[in-house]
Each structure stands twice: as C-alpha cells, then as structure tokens.
C-alpha cells in the first residue's frame, strides 16, 4: 500500500494541526496505522497507532492528552490531529502501516511520504 502523509505546515505554540494519511488501497482490518516523527538530528520517533478493525488507539507520552488518531475506514484515510502543540513537536511526520502491533518503525513496511511541522515559540 502506497501512503501519502499531508497537512503540515508552520503554526505557532499552542496552535493546532490535523495531518491526514491518505492510503492508495483498502487497508486491511488486521493492520495497524501508525504515526512516526523524526526531528532534525534525531531518532525516528513512535507518536501514536490506531488499530484498523477497532478503532482503539496507543499514544506515545509526550503526546497523550494532546494528540488524538483517527481513522475514515471508507476513505482508507487516517488522522492525527494535534493540539496545544509545542516546538519540540518540530519534526517530520509520516504514518504508516504494520500487520502487527508494534511501537517499533522496523515492524512497519509500508511508509508514507512525510509532512514537515513546524512551531515556533
């Protein structure tokens, strides 16, 4: 599945984005959705997954309460929406997908594109 991460941009501390993954195909109800983020100079970095088949969600702490994945199972599309953001949430953001439940970027196969996030101070 080709997968393809978007609505990024600048936006100030405290402000709001919704990031969307758009898959090329239907994505199978076993997979898992998962959000990844790498700063400048960092690691990639686990933000978050929703499950395909129910919906429930895994948030990384330094993102919980502020965050949440959502998913349109008829548009194969999947959400992060990102609240009272801050500038260390300064990073690339790119979703993916996994057929098991995993935290770890090696247990995912299919990548997105990412979509740059920038705040500012």
């Known amino acids: 599945v080709q997968l393809q991460a978007s609505g990024g941009g600048l936006v100030q501390a405290g402000g709001s984005l919704k990031l969307s993954c758009a898959a090329s195909?239907?994505?199978?109800?076993?997979?898992?959705m998962g959000w990844f983020r790498q700063a400048p100079g960092k690691e990639r970095e686990f933000v978050g997954l929703?499950?395909?088949?129910?919906?429930?969600?895994t948030y990384a702490d330094s993102v919980k309460d502020r965050f949440t994945i959502s998913k349109d199972s008829a548009k194969n599309t999947v959400y992060l929406q990102m609240n009272n953001l801050k500038p260390e949430d300064t990073a690339v953001y790119s979703c993916?997908?996994?057929?098991?439940?995993?935290?770890?970027?090696?247990?995912?196969?299919?990548w997105g594109q990412g979509t740059l996030v920038t705040v500012s101070s």
């Open positions: 195909r239907r994505i199978y109800s076993s997979h898992v």
């Open positions: 993916a997908a996994a057929s098991e439940y995993s935290f770890m970027p090696d247990s995912y196969r299919s």
């Open positions: 929703i499950r395909w088949n129910t919906g429930r969600t």
